[in-house]
């Protein structure tokens, strides 16, 4: 479970779309049900009963704030501890649990950290744009047919703004591109990642993106003495197919009527990517010392070095 992309932490979903029922979804080819157990908490669970391999989120939360299986009744509680199997009064219940992932709810959204069972998982660092009070937030949904590794690649790819956004977020690399130009992508090494810069003839933009292992990108849009940015969440779901939620953050313009405006925009530049990005096929990232690389390719070979080494060890 989870090949290539276990013990990290993960946005899943926007929290707003777990409501009363429980909720599956899938990442990284794994089945997760989630529901909110007693005053809201939230339980992640692998969505197969360990009793006969029924799917847990076809069951239903009980009063007591416990997940029923609805296939023989057995209840778990949000850390998957079983509280109940019917008709088996003596049944030993602590032998008897499903397997609960950690699971936090961080702004508006609700995060795991792909090891079940593990019990004291490093902290959760989110990027505070995710969750600082401060900001109004719109959350753009998308999924597109590739391997998540492609698709973040690309989140931190800055020499396709000129080609594949020459309308959008690349129109001004465009117009300011020559044949004899030169671009140059600085990385940095962050705690949580890194941080890379691109200038384009030594001219350098304010702007520059972060990365957040294993699978966040923001990208700081320079706006004099205000806050913008765009974060791309990129999460493996069914195989063959990753979920992107695109999160635009703000401290101007609050007023949630331009929210839609937002949406819009942010919509249009993650659809401008999506047939590049799949047309590259279903297989993950190879090694980086596959494929031909250039040098403004600093930051996706970064990734790549970083998949390989810390996510696909196994595999190099
Ligand atoms: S399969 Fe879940 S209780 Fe039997
Ligand atoms: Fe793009």
């Known amino acids: 479970m ?17 409501g009363r029922r429980p909720l599956r979804t899938v ?10 157990g007693h005053g809201g908490a939230i339980g992640a669970l692998v969505d197969r009963c360990p009793h006969r391999g029924a799917a847990l989120s076809l069951g239903k939360v009980g009063e007591d704030g416990c997940l029923e299986c609805p ?8 850390a998957g501890i079983n509280r109940g199997v019917p ?3 003596e049944a030993r219940l602590e032998t008897l649990g499903a397997r609960a992932l950690p699971v936090r709810q961080r702004g508006e959204l609700i995060w795991v950290h792909t090891a079940p069972g593990e019990a004291a998982p490093p902290e959760l660092e989110a990027p505070d744009s995710l969750t600082s009070p401060d900001l109004s937030r719109i959350y753009v949904e998308r999924t597109w047919r590739c391997h998540w ?7 931190l790819d800055s020499p396709h703004l000129p080609f594949v956004h020459r309308r959008t977020i690349g129109r001004s690399y465009r117009r300011r591109m020559t044949p004899r130009s030169r671009m140059e992508v600085a990385w940095e090494e962050t705690p949580w990642g890194g941080r890379a810069r691109a200038s ?23 706006v ?6 765009i974060h791309a969440l990129v999460v493996p779901g069914e195989a063959g197919q990753t979920r992107l939620t695109v999160v635009a953050s703000r401290d101007f313009a609050r007023h949630p009527l331009l929210n ?33 690389s250039v040098g403004t390719d600093r930051a996706t070979l970064q990734f790549r070095r970083y998949y390989w080494e810390s996510l696909r060890p196994s595999a190099a």
């Open 260 to 292: 839609p405006w937002f949406s819009w925009l942010n919509g249009m530049i993650a659809d401008e990517d999506r047939s590049i990005v799949e047309s590259s096929g279903l297989d993950e990232i190879p090694p980086p010392g596959q494929e031909r």
């Open 224 to 229: 004099p003495g205000r806050h913008l940015r």
């Open 149 to 155: 590794t492609r698709a973040m690649e690309n989140m």
């Open 27 to 36: 990442l990284a080819g794994a089945p997760i049900v989630l529901f909110r």
């Open 200 to 222: 384009l003839d030594g001219d350098h933009n304010e702007a520059f993106l972060e990365f957040y292992r294993p699978n966040v990108m923001a990208l700081h849009i320079p």
């Open 71 to 78: 296939f023989h009744g057995w209840r778990f509680d949000v």
């Open 2 to 18: 989870f090949e290539g992309f276990a013990k990290v932490w993960t946005p899943l979903i926007v929290a707003r779309r777990l």
């Open 87 to 89: 008709l088996n009064p």
